[in-house]
């Protein structure tokens, strides 16, 4: 009866390691091509599973468009510098990253430039 417990136990740890990682997601991007926005911030919302910056982007036709910019998880942007205060309301910022394949103005976020000047990225690459 011992050696059945062992087998089971090992097969029960692995299958609940599992299933965690099959619960995350990719994001429904299209990588054929970086885009960039420049906007003024309304709303960071600094939370997982994706924090998430939201820019008022004016069109060269004077139009403005709502966009969405993703970044990782929280504990991979505050490796990366960000803090739930560096981007606010306000702030004129520059996205770069790769939009919804569907056309949806959303971006998962490579790097942005803060009002300052300053260049963050979110990944390594």
Do not use: C
């Not at 103005?105 to 000047?117: H, Q, W, Y």
């Amino acid at each position: 009866m011992k050696t059945l417990l062992v087998p089971v136990a090992v097969i029960l740890a692995l299958v609940s390691g599992a299933v965690p990682l099959s619960a995350h997601h990719s994001w429904p991007v299209s990588y054929n091509q970086l885009v960039t926005v420049k906007g003024t911030v309304v709303a960071f919302t600094w939370q997982n599973p994706h924090p998430m910056i939201t820019v008022e982007v004016q069109t060269s036709d004077g139009k403005v468009e709502k966009w969405s910019i993703g970044g990782p998880a929280i504990n991979r942007m505050e490796a990366g510098g960000w803090t739930r205060t560096t981007v606010k309301p306000g702030d004129v910022i520059t996205g770069v990253g790769y939009q919804f394949a569907d056309g949806q103005k959303i971006i998962r976020l490579e790097r942005v430039t803060l009002a300052d000047g300053k260049e963050i990225r979110v990944y390594s690459r």
